[in-house]
């Protein structure tokens, strides 16, 4: 499984990609949209855990951009709102079927990356 | 005035809402990512325990991480707590320079949404005046707010709180693009309410790419 987070607390992600790492989770991770659209130029990946609230492109739009290049690539989005009805009016609207609230815990986000690989 | 009231009463308790939102976003964060760091350290107990090594490096650099992270938490907190205490009185003498300080940190998140940076320019001094701290912060967020909607190429907005001849100013500059509204566009409703109970006035300065609010030394 290779995947792709993005979260804009840099030390979030890059230390969550060492702990999938371990868990023998291939994981790279971006601090921005734009940095994960470089990555995605030359790395394919199944799947991508998105932070939802990110500076200038967030995570709903991301999907977007990303979608538009790789269609079959799955999502996951993570949130520090809980259950905010604006988040999920929006994550709705993008069909953000995922959803996991900070802080993780990296089991049940394993277990929702493996729900959403399910063909 | 009743109305004018209930307007102030209703704009600060959105105001206030919208802050403990992000405040409490930030501190989400700041919860996430002590969570995985702690989480880090028990992946390398349990490596640890089927015989691999544990760099102390590693570990002395994931504690420096967490007290890092705790720091921030208490910055933020702190940042709140002085936030809820500016509704305490309906008039208090305060220093408009901790209040400038006090909404540029809570505005960060917001200011990162916008990819804007407010930078704060202090003064040598404490400058004084005596007003309703909370409904003038509200003040302040709708100017910084504008401001930030017009920031320029260089994406920052600077904050100066100056004493002046009848009271004290709050400066906001380096507002590039404030040229592209003819008269400023701030005076709202709510924010023409604000600066009839404050006794303050916001002006603008397109040329400088300025817009400055004037606040009597005795006012709120």
Not at chain 1, 49 to 65: A, N
Not at chain 2, 155 to 161: C, D, G, N, S, W
Request: glycine share 6%; net charge negative; proline share 4%.
């Amino acid at each position: 499984m290779k995947i792709l987070l993005v979260d804009d607390e840099e030390e979030l992600a890059g230390t969550l990609a060492e702990r999938l790492r371990i868990r023998g989770i291939d994981a790279h991770w971006a601090i921005s949209a734009e940095k994960a659209m470089q990555l995605l130029e030359t790395e394919t990946f199944d799947l991508a855990v998105l932070d939802v609230k990110m500076p200038k492109v967030d995570g709903l739009k991301l999907k977007q951009q990303i979608q538009s290049k790789n269609p079959a690539m799955r999502f996951i989005f993570i949130t520090g709102h809980g259950s905010s009805r604006d988040f999920e009016t929006g994550a709705s609207e993008v069909g953000a079927e995922y959803y996991l609230v900070k802080p993780l815990n990296i089991d049940e986000l394993i277990a929702k990356m493996k729900e959403a690989l399910k063909p | 005035m009743t109305q004018d009231a209930g307007m102030i009463g209703q704009a600060g308790l959105q105001f206030f809402g919208k802050m403990c939102a992000s405040v409490s976003h930030d501190i989400k964060n700041v919860l996430a990512v002590i969570n995985e760091n702690a989480g880090l350290l028990e992946d390398f107990c349990l490596m640890a325990e089927k015989g691999r090594p544990i760099d102390p490096a590693r570990l002395k650099r994931l504690a420096g991480d967490i007290q890092e992270q705790i720091r921030r938490g208490d910055r933020i907190v702190t940042g709140m707590n002085r936030f809820a205490h500016s509704a305490d009185a309906p008039s208090m003498d305060v220093d408009l320079s901790e209040l400038t300080d006090l909404l540029a940190a809570l505005a960060l998140r917001f200011a990162a949404a916008r990819g804007v940076q407010v930078h704060v320019k202090r003064p040598r001094g404490a400058v004084r005046i005596t007003t309703a701290p909370f409904v003038l912060l509200n003040l302040m967020w709708l100017c910084l707010d504008e401001a930030m909607a017009f920031a320029g190429p260089e994406r920052i907005v600077e904050l100066a709180a100056e004493d002046s001849a009848d009271g004290a100013c709050l400066r906001f500059c380096r507002i590039q693009r404030l040229k592209d509204t003819p008269d400023g566009s701030l005076p709202t409703v709510l924010s023409s309410v604000l600066c009839s109970f404050l006794r303050a006035q916001v002006s603008f300065d397109p040329d400088a790419n300025q817009m400055t609010l004037l606040l009597p030394k005795n006012g709120g």
